[in-house]
């Protein structure tokens, strides 16, 4: 059997958030695994295979500077997006490389700190960058925004290391940033403390009119995972005195048949008016669902519906205790719930564990911590790897419409 690439690299992710909070892209962590060289040409066949048109873009983050050169010359023409670190250009080789790319009509991004831009002769080579910003440019730009003065920052370029929501409002408004990478959630579900979270009104909507389509009880469960504090309420909901229903709901789908169409477009009539329309929740719940995706893809295939839907769930409601603001436990006994998926997501043990522990370290860059859970759950590599890729070439982008 042919080796293939995805069993000699270790791969993790990071999503990019444009102005309008929805995903830009996704920038992918590339680092080599263990001695044998990466066929870097053999990578972006795969990712080719796997991506359509509707996939997110790529920015390709190689972690190794032979990785970088290797896919510098493969990389045809119409390749994703290829990040170089502004620091590894004072090697000859890769700047050679870089030019020849270039060249080629190679898309690239120079990566680096804001206050350290590149000259304007290694700057034509890159079409964007990816700007990192350090505490003192951070305290720059709220100031202009403050006083209302002309932001510092460099409209149409990508901004890593936000981490207030004040920071964020600032890039994506003001300072014209074409993409955020990674969301500072804890600082955005902080500022918005004092108000309960609601389910996302976007969410709501589209199930109730799923629900006037007549579409199948597969698209409303899809619809109803979408977003996790709605499928906690319709949990919540459905296990409650007002329902009177004799046995415990212990899944979507179970609920969903259980109560009847009539029911559902009442109590989705009845959130509607309280429903989320804040733009700032919209990465985190995508994050979240980005999450309960790859728990369930992580998990062995060959596994039946019900529980691929707890695994699923195990994924969608591990952050609940960020929304809901009070121990994860507690929120979860609340439901008549599978064990399986309480252990998962409060003591890390049983079956469901291996996946959630991956996916949550697949949102990083710590090689390591990867190459450690797949060691410790025996799971190949090359498997995760394919998952993860499947997933992300499925998240849908919504491009701008064309004007004609």
């Known amino acids: 059997m042919v080796q293939s690439v995805l069993g000699s ?83 000859p080789a890769i700047r050679e490389a870089v030019e020849k790319a270039h060249g080629r009509g190679l898309r690239l991004v120079w990566r680096g700190p804001f206050h350290h831009l590149p000259d304007a002769d290694t700057a034509r080579l890159f079409d964007n960058s990816l700007l990192q910003l350090s505490g003192g440019d951070a305290m720059a730009a709220l100031q202009a925004a403050v006083a209302e003065q002309r932001s510092p920052l460099i409209a149409g370029q990508m901004y890593d290391n936000i981490a207030s929501r004040a920071l964020l409002t600032h890039c994506l408004g003001q300072g014209g940033a074409l993409a955020v990478a990674g969301w ?124 691929r839907g707890e695994v699923y769930l195990s994924g969608l409601f591990s952050q609940l205790d960020e929304l809901l603001r009070e121990p994860l436990g507690s929120i979860l006994r609340r439901l008549p719930l599978s064990e399986r998926i309480f252990n998962a997501t409060v003591l890390r043990t049983g079956a469901y564990a291996p996946s959630l522990e991956l996916a949550c370290a697949l949102e990083s860059e710590d090689a390591g911590a990867i190459v450690q859970l797949c060691e410790a759950h025996e799971l190949e590599l090359e498997y995760v790897n394919r998952a993860l890729l499947r997933v992300l070439s499925e998240l849908a982008v919504e491009r701008p419409a064309a004007h004609h």
């Open 184 to 307: 500072p959630m804890e600082d955005v579900l902080h500022a918005l403390r004092h108000q309960p979270l609601q389910p996302a009104h976007e969410v709501v909507q589209r199930l109730l009119k799923a629900i006037d389509d007549e579409q199948s009880i597969d698209r409303f469960e899809q619809i109803l995972g979408e977003d996790p504090l709605l499928a906690y309420r319709f949990m919540t909901y459905t296990n409650s005195a007002a329902l009177g229903l004799r046995t415990g709901v212990d899944s979507l789908r179970r609920g969903l048949v259980m109560m009847g169409y009539g029911s559902l477009s009442r109590w989705l009539a009845e959130q509607l008016p309280h429903a989320s329309t804040e733009p700032d929740l919209r990465p985190i719940r995508l994050a979240m669902v980005l999450r309960a995706r790859l728990t369930e893809e992580l998990l062995e295939s060959g596994v039946g519906k019900d529980l």
């Open 9 to 91: 690299l270790v791969l993790g992710y990071r999503p990019l958030w444009n102005a309008a909070r929805k995903l830009a892209g996704v920038q992918l962590y590339v680092h080599g695994h263990g001695s044998q060289l990466v066929d870097a040409a053999h990578l972006l066949r795969t990712i080719q295979e796997l991506w359509s048109a509707a996939s997110p873009p790529l920015l390709l983050a190689p972690r190794s500077q032979q990785l970088l050169l290797d896919l510098l010359a493969h990389a045809p023409r119409g390749a994703p997006w290829i990040e170089v670190p502004g620091d590894w250009l004072s090697a």
